[in-house]
């Protein structure tokens, strides 16, 4: 609670000015013409009639398709966009991370990637079929890919910032993403874009060029008969390697040999973002049949990606000198493949209104690595190998009835009740022999970056869930609307569940409101937390590089080290809020949330054995408050729109007794303390400006070396700016140019304890990254 106290306080008190001053220039330009602020209106968090957003007894943040397209600066990543324009979304980059750098997480609300629950169109989405077990964020957890979504297909994205497992079952602990898809006919556009990283990077004192990104898209809406369409599209983006290593020094437990020491004030270790290369592909129809309407929805990406392993020296059991004399830096892979597919047919009969659907999703993920050894194997080992191959897949069957009642109430009574079925399976193959055996030439055993899955470490699992749910809104009077919900879940291979929900909205006038919520949600085991096994290479005792086994609870070994079989974790929501609109043109929202969380999934600290596994051992306490205010009037002989979006969160473990020291870190420290964004855009005729300034709080690493070494080094507040310029050449065509962190900002240096020896001066956990500045440009043509 102190740190999410200070952070409020202090983060309040600088951005206070800024607020200030960018409203006075408001209110005293000249020709002020006020502009009323559009109310957005959302299907998220109701089962009823599409609500506004201040109309919601919940905070729900909109993001429109013009908010897109304006802030899709990096090529289209769907994560990076919501971390750029919601206060509560945090998307760190990850480096040096296996899967993790190429499936990158996004958490809300400072709780865990995987506490949260992604819809396309009001459709539940399935989540990746690797496990984060590198990263800085989101340790353990197997979290949906927000970058399998292509920008191009999207027309808003609703945030639900509220417990919601009560309406849409588990995983909605922080809340709800429901991405809402483009509609119509007739219409469609071509984009592309281009940018780079430009950089004066001190750690190696020259200026760098790197990261270029290439995007294209392209989408159109054909008409099937008189009122349906057809929306199809597709997406490409290619991205560039970025390096950020340091004039490194040979760390004082190698070998320290002429060959090893002559790596000394160079760099041999490259963080920063691996080569990517992504295609998306993605449809939206709907078709009237008779007095129905049968619709399908589906999207598919295909992605090359790489990263980057620690470097090997030359003298050392990890290394063979015939092949790789100088040393050799492991480059990790991962070939993914997703798929979504929705088909449904809905109606309605004797008043009530009708849905039923099925969701199929599937991901796959191959892991390999090349340019690195199996040192076993002596100079006859292979230089590139497959590691392991993964696979998740859902299939969700919906049914949903929805009807109003007059029951003599201010408005309509609206019920609704349905009922869900969902498969779930995940398969791991082993990788290539070479990866994991003993070639019996002496070195070290098992493929540089972790030896491969063993076929006794395969897993092929699968459970069944039903649920069932019942959802009430009523407006008990003109000023009074009150919600309650409430849903069944039974899962065949640990038990059930039932949550709640009671929210209500108290209009005391035209242009103030008071809302809050009360819920318990839960989140069951990821089946990847429960058959995942894998092999890693990551800091142990006094710094070095050693492997550590992550082993499924069912593992025998994991068993005789005290492993359990896992249960739900059960979480308790409070939020309370004022809406105020004392203008068609400003509004402002505030809210306080409150999450306890019970059996809380995390990873065990490694332990003699070199290994890790998962348990319920932690409870947590979370307290947040967000913060919306937006702002329209006129400048200049133009329109400008003023947003300011804050979040100030703080996570507690009540039981730190339960897990080790990085662990600890993970949970409470390692996501911001707040993050504040203020947005500025103007427009006046064909020309446009937008700025956006970002504050980033303060984040902790902790780094468990062993013997209470070394300290905890913080790092401190970090504030972007992005700047944005754009002409309208025709009606159709525009063409923008832009930077994201103008000024070049980055963390602050790790400490001589964290950057391994010089290697590595930026730490990757905080938000900012350590990319530095990146220039673009980007151009759309709508026909």
């Keep these: 609670m102190k740190r999410f106290l200070k952070g409020f306080s202090l983060a309040g008190m600088g951005w206070l000015g800024v607020l200030g001053s960018s409203v006075s220039l408001s209110v005293h330009a000249e020709s002020v013409t006020n502009q009323s602020i559009v109310e957005e209106v959302v299907v998220v968090g109701t089962r009823g009639q599409p609500r506004s957003v201040l109309d919601s007894a919940v905070p729900i943040d909109v993001i429109s398709a013009d908010e897109l397209e304006a802030s899709a600066s990096l090529g289209g990543e769907v994560g990076e966009i919501l971390q750029n324009l919601s206060p509560s979304f945090n998307f760190p980059r990850q480096s040096n991370s296996g899967a993790a750098d190429t499936v990158r997480t996004g958490a809300l609300r400072g709780l865990n990637p995987d506490q949260l629950l992604v819809l396309i169109n009001g459709k539940r989405q399935h989540t990746s079929a690797v496990l984060q077990l590198e990263g800085a964020v989101g340790l353990g957890n197997a979290p949906f890919d927000f970058n399998t979504i292509p920008s191009s297909a999207i027309e808003r994205i609703e945030i639900l910032r509220d417990g919601a497992s009560a309406q ?30 430009v950089t004066d990077f001190d750690p190696q004192d020259r200026d760098i060029t790197d990261g270029q990104t290439f995007y294209a898209s392209a989408d159109y809406g054909f008409a099937l008969g008189d009122e349906g369409f057809l929306r199809v599209g597709v997406d490409y983006r290619e991205r560039n390697a970025t390096r950020r290593g340091g004039l490194g020094q040979l760390p004082f437990f190698e070998n320290q040999s002429p060959e090893n020491l002559a790596t000394n004030n160079t760099v041999t270790f490259a963080p920063g973002d691996g080569e990517t290369e992504d295609l998306w592909l993605h449809y939206n129809a709907e078709v009237p049949v008779g007095e129905l309407t049968a619709y399908s929805f589906g999207r598919y990406n295909d992605r090359d990606g790489e990263g980057t392993g620690f470097f090997r020296y030359p003298d050392s059991s990890a290394n063979v000198p015939a092949i790789f004399p100088n040393g050799f830096r492991p480059i990790t892979t991962g070939e993914g493949q997703d798929l979504s597919l929705t088909f449904g047919l809905r109606g309605e009969a004797n008043a009530w209104r009708w849905d039923i659907s099925a969701t199929y999703g599937d991901n796959k993920f191959d892991q390999g690595v090349y340019n690195t050894v199996n040192a076993s194997f002596g100079a006859a080992s292979p230089t590139r190998f497959n590691v392991a191959e993964y696979e998740r897949d859902q299939l969700t069957l919906n049914g949903d009835l929805v009807r109003d009642f007059e029951v003599g109430l201010a408005g309509p009574m609206t019920v609704a009740f349905g009922a869900e079925f969902r498969q779930e399976e995940f398969k791991s193959h082993a990788g290539d022999v070479a990866s994991f055996a003993d070639g019996g030439q002496g070195g070290d055993v098992g493929v540089q970056t972790g030896p491969g899955l063993t076929p006794e470490s395969e897993a092929d699992i699968d459970r069944d869930v039903y649920g069932i749910y019942a959802d009430i809104s009523a407006p008990l009077t003109d000023n009074l609307t009150v919600g309650l919900a409430a849903r069944y879940e039974d899962y065949d291979d640990f038990g059930d569940n039932v949550s709640g929900k009671l929210s209500g909205l108290l209009r005391i006038n035209e242009a103030l409101a008071l809302r809050a919520a009360v819920s318990n949600s ?48 059960e979480a308790v929501s409070y939020s309370v809020g004022v809406v105020l609109t004392p203008m068609d043109n400003f509004s402002v929202t505030l809210d306080y949330y409150r999450t306890d969380i019970d059996d809380r999934l995390s990873l065990q600290g490694v332990l003699a054995a070199n290994i890790t596994f998962f348990t319920n051992l932690v409870d947590t306490e979370t307290d947040g408050v967000d913060i919306v205010a937006n702002y329209n009037t006129s400048l200049l002989g133009g329109d400008l729109n003023l947003g300011f979006a804050a979040t100030f969160t703080d996570t507690e473990v009540t039981n730190p007794e339960v897990i080790g020291e990085e662990e600890l870190n993970i949970l409470e420290d390692a996501s911001p303390d707040h993050k504040l964004i203020l947005t500025a855009d103007w427009q006046r005729g064909p020309f446009s400006v937008l700025l956006r300034l970002t504050q980033y709080g303060e984040t902790v690493r902790n780094f468990d070396f062993g013997g209470g070494f070394p300290d905890a080094q913080t790092h401190g507040e970090k504030v972007s700016t992005d700047i944005e310029l754009g002409y309208q050449v025709t009606d159709q065509w525009n063409f923008v140019v832009g930077a994201d962190n103008v000024f070049d900002q980055y963390s602050d240096r790790s400490s001589s304890d964290n950057n391994f020896f010089d290697n590595l001066p930026y730490d990757v ?16 043509f709508e026909f």
């Excluded at 593992?555 to 739900?568: K, Q, S």
């Excluded at 900012?768 to 673009?776: A, D, K, L, Q």
């Design 765 to 780: 956990i905080h938000p900012i990254g350590f990319n530095g500045r990146y220039v673009y440009a980007r151009t759309r």
């Design 522 to 569: 839960f989140r069951a085991p990821a089946i990847v937390q429960i058959g995942f096994e894998n092999q890693s290479t990551n800091f142990g005792a006094g710094g070095q590089l050693v492997t550590i086994g992550q082993v499924s609870v069912n593992n025998p070994v994991a068993i005789a080290n005290g492993a359990r079989e896992l249960t739900e974790e």
């Design 168 to 197: 849409y079952g588990s995983d909605a602990i922080a809340g709800v993403i429901n991405v809402v898809l483009k509609e119509g006919a007739g219409d469609g556009a071509v984009s592309s874009s281009y940018g780079a990283h």
